[in-house]
């Protein structure tokens, strides 16, 4: 028999019918982070689940056969047969936390269902909250360097800066760099979703970018009306039938940092009159073209290459998402006892999934001041 008269199996099987009385698909956050974007909405209602595979794959095509064409009646043919399909993959990311509890806990609680529940409860919270922050975190950065296999492919990577000052605006996102500790270090991917790409390897898989030069004022509405009108890809349609039909704006969201909504909040209040109907407040909220700016604090922090100073992201997540494995869709385990320490228990909470943008011209833009301005 173990302490108080509890064997280890009896303290299992507390773990599980005190954990069957939480609600398996609410991971409670408690608050490190003022938004909580990552966990409450992609993952909650952006992400695509995987029933199987080695790594997160997705057809797309990046080029035209040549066939399309205007043609005289009876005129011959000779239909051109291309390879216009490409294969995007990234690699599965694993990520976990624990809690741990110990028999001689429950045996000290044995007499009081509510303090073992309360035990249960604060450790499971505290898990799903570093969970939580686990993933807000790395959402908006690339992994460490080339050999980082752990590290989730966050916006950065899909969404990133031109090799070049682009004042205009461009696609001319092509590849973006890794994280690295040293800030004033560049280090560039090679591949973006294991395909290369350049103004003539791929030109289509690269993502709108413009340079605002930290300009927060008029030129930067401008630049991101054009970002809107560029990236706002509205599908055709033959015969009735959409090409893309989640093309457009109908899951679109804008992320910033504290200094781009400070200056552009206290525009808005100083230009109400002749901004017109393009930037605004709703709801507490400052916005633009009906679309919320959503402070990330993350994007506080200066990363020059990876995304530029005062970085704005225009994300449509229609293309970007999470990738979730089935089996491994934030699944809490039964408590397991560990051999070293025979009266503990420990209750795992595991994810896989992987970021992808399956369409970077339509997955969304960029605005930043550019690597090389500071």
Request: net charge negative.
């Amino acid at each position: 028999m173990a302490s108080g008269g509890i064997t280890i199996d009896q303290a299992v099987d507390l773990g599980v019918a005190t954990m069957n009385a939480f609600d398996q698909d609410a991971v409670q956050i408690a608050l490190k982070h003022p938004t909580y974007e990552v966990i409450n909405r992609w993952f909650a209602g952006d992400k695509k689940v995987l029933s199987g595979g080695k790594k997160a794959t997705w057809d797309l095509t990046v080029k035209d056969t040549g066939n399309a064409g205007h043609v005289n009646m009876f005129e011959t043919d000779t239909p051109n047969i291309a390879n216009v399909n490409v294969e995007g993959e990234v690699n599965w990311c694993h990520a976990k936390n624990s809690f741990t509890y110990s028999v001689d806990e429950l045996a000290m609680n044995l007499n009081d269902k509510t303090r073992i529940f309360n035990l249960f409860k604060n450790r499971r919270q505290n898990c799903a909250r570093e969970f939580g922050d686990l993933l807000e975190e790395a959402a908006w950065k690339t992994p460490a360097s080339s050999t980082d296999t752990k590290a989730p492919h966050g916006i950065p990577g899909w969404l990133v800066q031109a090799d070049t000052s682009v004042v205009t605006g461009e696609f001319q996102g092509y590849v973006g760099d890794y994280s690295v500790a040293v800030l004033s270090t560049e280090s560039a991917y090679t591949l973006v979703g294991n395909l290369a790409c350049t103004s003539t390897t791929n030109a289509r898989w690269a993502n709108w970018y413009a340079n605002h030069s930290d300009q927060l004022n008029d030129s930067l509405l401008d630049k991101l009306g054009e970002a809107f009108r560029k990236t706002k890809f509205m599908t055709p349609k033959i015969a009735g039938q959409a090409i893309d039909p989640e093309s457009g704006f109908s899951n679109f969201r804008l992320y910033t940092n504290n200094e781009v909504l400070k200056n552009i909040e206290s525009y808005a209040r100083k230009s109400d009159d002749r901004l017109g109907g393009d930037l605004g407040k709703y709801a507490g909220n400052t916005v633009y073209k009906g679309i919320p700016f959503i402070y990330v604090d993350s994007l506080d922090d200066v990363s020059i290459y990876v995304r530029g100073k005062n970085p704005i992201y225009g994300v449509n997540h229609n293309h970007f998402y999470p990738m979730v494995l089935s089996g491994k869709n934030f699944i809490w385990s039964k408590p397991i006892n560990d051999v070293s320490q025979h009266l503990v228990l420990t209750v795992y909470l595991d994810l896989t999934y992987a970021y992808v943008c399956d369409n970077r011209r339509t997955g969304g833009f960029l605005l930043s001041n550019w690597e090389a301005a500071y």
